[in-house]
């Protein structure tokens, strides 16, 4: 049998990783500014996540969720204080894309609607984007056609507040950052004003920090520079630093009923020591600001270097627009200078290193980065 090739792969074999490096099977030594695509946040093989995950799956690695399970509970404590939203609940899945479904389905089994409207060139997940509502929320019925989802573009205060005072809309989804749409913030101004809109309406607020999140922007969350509360919060990736696992953080104002979600594997035990295991390091290593501190350093220092057109970002996650197409600048770095990046679009490299990224690392990405752009 044949691997379903859908994704362009570079001839490289990674087999070994530690901080912010990973070797080869040639042993060749790379400095890993993509983490995976913003998923290894505490580094590769931290010797704390290694021995969490190590010990639970001695013990016992999996068992349904149809007992409770005390290492959720565990989880959820540690997360509400860092995260700011010690207030809300946390329902435990296993990617991004099951995060924002569910969030999604929360929304609408609230207010009874059925119109999604996501900002800017978002792309919330791999599944439909859009849920049914019905009288039973253990019936779920997909919805795969754009009738049900408005996009309104980034930063459109006019366009947002006009769909949203139709008052048929069940939900907004937008990113802390945006990620795929080329590392694009929204303002304070209209985060401030589409969360007043939404309150107005009786529209839920989902704010998908899946990719902004777990302190990469130098703040636990990226939409917290707005200094706006969600309704929902939808967190992936980093959370479990390599491992499947993702969350969804739920405001007081909604109430659970049994049935009302579920999942098979979300929150198993070895997913929730390495979730605990983030969350201590994270604290212990203080690396939310770390991510800012670096991420300033590193901003700044691109900003200097005359190739770049445009750098965009918050802490450690960076966009680099160029004038020109980016695939041989990036195989450069990457074949040339062992440097690991990734890119948005065709003109925007993107950087997610983990969030123990050094100065002294930052400085040797830009010495690379120079000497490959002369």
């Given at each position: 049998?044949?691997?379903?090739?859908?994704?362009?792969?570079?001839?490289?074999?990674?087999?070994?990783?530690?901080?912010?490096?990973?070797?080869?099977?040639?042993?060749?030594?790379?400095?890993?500014?993509?983490?995976?695509?913003?998923?290894?946040?505490?580094?590769?093989?931290?010797?704390?996540?290694?021995?969490?995950?190590?010990?639970?799956?001695?013990?016992?690695?999996?068992?349904?969720?149809?007992?409770?399970?005390?290492?959720?509970?565990?989880?959820?404590?540690?997360?509400?204080?860092?995260?700011?939203?010690?207030?809300?609940?946390?329902?435990?899945?296993?990617?991004?894309?099951?995060?924002?479904?569910?969030?999604?389905?929360?929304?609408?089994?609230?207010?009874?609607?059925?119109?999604?409207?996501?900002?800017?060139?978002?792309?919330?997940?791999?599944?439909?984007?859009?849920?049914?509502?019905?009288?039973?929320?253990?019936?779920?019925?997909?919805?795969?056609?754009?009738?049900?989802?408005?996009?309104?573009?980034?930063?459109?205060?006019?366009?947002?507040?006009?769909?949203?005072?139709?008052?048929?809309?069940?939900?907004?989804?937008?990113?802390?950052?945006?990620?795929?749409?080329?590392?694009?913030?929204?303002?304070?101004?209209?985060?401030?004003?589409?969360?007043?809109?939404?309150?107005?309406?009786?529209?839920?607020?989902?704010?998908?920090?899946?990719?902004?999140?777990?302190?990469?922007?130098?703040?636990?969350?990226?939409?917290?520079?707005?200094?706006?509360?969600?309704?929902?919060?939808?967190?992936?990736?980093?959370?479990?630093?390599?491992?499947?696992?993702?969350?969804?953080?739920?405001?007081?104002?909604?109430?659970?009923?049994?049935?009302?979600?579920?999942?098979?594997?979300?929150?198993?035990?070895?997913?929730?020591?390495?979730?605990?295991?983030?969350?201590?390091?994270?604290?212990?290593?203080?690396?939310?600001?770390?991510?800012?501190?670096?991420?300033?350093?590193?901003?700044?220092?691109?900003?200097?270097?005359?190739?770049?057109?445009?750098?965009?970002?918050?802490?450690?996650?960076?966009?680099?627009?160029?004038?020109?197409?980016?695939?041989?600048?990036?195989?450069?770095?990457?074949?040339?200078?062992?440097?690991?990046?990734?890119?948005?679009?065709t003109h925007v490299i993107r950087l997610l290193p983990p969030l123990c990224l050094t100065r002294e690392q930052a400085a040797e990405f830009i010495s690379c980065l120079k000497s490959c752009l002369n």
């Open positions: 049998m044949n691997l379903f090739d859908v994704y362009p792969l570079f001839d490289i074999n990674i087999v070994k990783g530690e901080g912010c490096y990973v070797w080869d099977e040639n042993g060749n030594k790379y400095l890993d500014l993509y983490g995976g695509h913003a998923v290894i946040s505490i580094g590769h093989s931290h010797p704390h996540y290694v021995k969490m995950i190590s010990d639970q799956v001695s013990k016992l690695g999996f068992y349904s969720n149809s007992v409770i399970n005390k290492l959720q509970q565990e989880v959820a404590t540690k997360l509400g204080p860092i995260s700011g939203y010690d207030d809300y609940s946390l329902f435990l899945v296993n990617s991004g894309a099951e995060a924002n479904e569910n969030a999604l389905k929360l929304a609408s089994f609230h207010n009874g609607r059925t119109r999604i409207v996501s900002c800017g060139k978002s792309f919330h997940g791999r599944t439909s984007l859009a849920v049914e509502v019905t009288d039973n929320p253990r019936i779920i019925a997909p919805i795969n056609n754009n009738r049900h989802v408005t996009y309104v573009p980034l930063n459109d205060i006019e366009a947002m507040t006009s769909e949203l005072s139709k008052e048929d809309v069940c939900a907004v989804i937008i990113e802390g950052i945006q990620g795929v749409g080329g590392i694009r913030i929204p303002t304070k101004e209209y985060m401030q004003a589409l969360r007043e809109a939404c309150t107005q309406t009786g529209t839920i607020l989902i704010l998908d920090e899946i990719q902004s999140g777990y302190g990469r922007s130098g703040k636990f969350f990226a939409h917290q520079y707005q200094g706006i509360k969600a309704d929902i919060i939808t967190v992936a990736k980093g959370i479990g630093n390599g491992f499947p696992v993702s969350g969804v953080l739920v405001s007081p104002m909604f109430t659970p009923v049994h049935g009302m979600l579920g999942t098979t594997f979300g929150g198993n035990h070895l997913a929730c020591a390495a979730a605990m295991a983030v969350l201590d390091v994270m604290k212990e290593e203080n690396l939310v600001e770390n991510a800012a501190k670096v991420g300033d350093y590193l901003m700044q220092e691109l900003k200097q270097i005359p190739q770049i057109k445009e750098v965009r970002g918050k802490g450690l996650m960076i966009g680099l627009e160029f004038a020109e197409p980016i695939n041989e600048i990036r195989r450069k770095l990457l074949f040339d200078y062992k440097v690991f990046t990734g890119v948005t679009g």
